[in-house]
């Protein structure tokens, strides 16, 4: 056989023998390779080996399982997640993941689908209103994708915060529940240059929480603390949740910054994080030690808790009761300023009475904090009672 003739053989097979070495060598690589518990890029516990028993294998739970197990222990898995996203976004798929990859640097959330629990959680919050002798302010937080539509892509879909909000003030209203309505306020500061939102994270920055507090107060009828009578502190590096499900691993991150009054000290704040039947006591609403970890935004006051209580007895005000999400974390230090206990309560992990929460703290105010996109669809708010 001439040389030429084997060359030709040999170039025909060549894409299956490429593609069965491939197959080959990551199966080598996935059965030799360390298991990882962690990804860092993507904030989350990775699925391990699933267990093996007879009930598991018959009813089909092994086999997805271990399908789970292999996506996420695939050889490289960072590097195939960030190809296909900015493989997607160069096909014109942006936001096919769920996040838009956008101008500036941002990765910004996808609108809500219409089809939503916020009607039914609003009412879930007029409903309680009613069973307490206690006045009630809900204030919900614009979404990113709605004041900085800017910074979205040509093609995107339709954010319908305004129908939201409008609807949702109605409902309160007719209820005399008072209404936080932070569009317009918003909507001057970002013309205005204030960051109020992270690029890479759903959240509200420290400033854009400043800035929904001066409101709040306007509403409550309170002097908010002067901007300039906090000092700054700023730190880098920190990669939110919408860094973490976008698999656009080149973007920059973002600086987060804790704003301290110099009155507040561990002479004068105390917090008290419940959780079960265990309650620990603190001198600062500020976990320094979350900074050195993957997730940074639980340096205010330890992240997600059941029931967390701020006291401040430089404070002149009285106590107020919070049903929150985590917008209020970075909210509630400020407000720890006007009123001296700040108690947060998080309907997915307090299971108790919050009107008995409030009758026996003789709170003077309730108000609900949430992003637009968090009350819309929760599933905890329905057991408010």
Avoid at 117 to 122: A, D, K, P, Q, T
Avoid at 153 to 162: Q, W
Avoid at 239 to 257: H, Q
Wanted: charged content about 25%; glycine content about 6%.
């Amino acid at each position: 056989m001439k040389n030429s003739d084997i060359k030709r053989k040999f170039g025909k097979y060549m894409p299956a023998v490429v593609f069965a070495a491939f197959i080959f060598g990551t199966a080598i690589c996935f059965l030799v390779s360390p298991k990882k518990e962690y990804s860092s890029f993507e904030k989350r516990n990775l699925e391990q080996f699933p267990e093996v028993s007879a009930e598991n294998i018959l009813s089909g739970k092994f086999g997805s399982d271990f399908e789970n197990y292999f996506a996420d222990q695939f050889p490289n898995r960072n590097l195939w997640v960030g190809l296909n996203a900015y493989y997607t976004l160069g096909t014109g798929n942006n936001g096919d993941g769920g996040v838009y990859f956008c101008s500036d640097g941002y990765l910004i959330n996808k609108p809500l689908s219409n089809d939503n629990r916020l009607s039914n959680n609003v009412d879930a919050i007029t409903k309680f209103a009613k069973k307490i002798d206690v006045p009630v302010t809900v204030m919900f937080a614009p979404s990113t994708g709605y004041i900085a539509s800017d910074l979205l892509p040509a093609v995107h879909d339709e954010y319908n915060d305004d129908a939201y909000f409008d609807n949702t003030e109605k409902t309160l209203s007719k209820n005399n529940i008072s209404f936080v309505d932070l569009r317009r306020t918003f909507k001057n500061k970002y013309e205005n240059g204030t960051q109020l939102y992270y690029k890479t994270d759903h959240h509200w920055t420290t400033a854009g929480a400043y800035a929904a507090y001066t409101k709040l107060c306007e509403s409550l009828g309170i002097n908010a603390v002067p901007e300039e009578k906090y000092n700054v502190e700023k730190y880098g590096e920190f990669y939110g949740t919408t860094y973490s499900t976008s698999g656009f691993w080149l973007t920059k991150p973002d600086d987060i910054e804790i704003w301290k009054n110099p009155d507040d000290s561990e002479k004068n704040i105390k917090v008290n994080i419940t959780e079960g039947t265990e309650t620990k006591e603190y001198d600062s609403m500020y976990f320094y030690d979350h900074l050195k970890e993957d997730d940074k935004y639980p340096v205010f006051i330890d992240g997600n808790h059941a029931l967390t209580e701020i006291t401040n007895s430089n404070a002149s005000g009285g106590t107020i009761v919070l049903i929150k999400d985590s917008f209020s974390h970075c909210l509630a230090p400020f407000l720890a300023d006007n009123y001296s206990k700040v108690i947060l309560v998080d309907m997915r992990y307090y299971k108790l009475s919050v009107s008995d929460l409030v009758k026996k703290e003789n709170a003077e105010q309730v108000i609900a904090v949430y992003g637009i996109d968090n009350i819309a669809t929760d599933t905890d708010i329905v057991w408010l009672k």
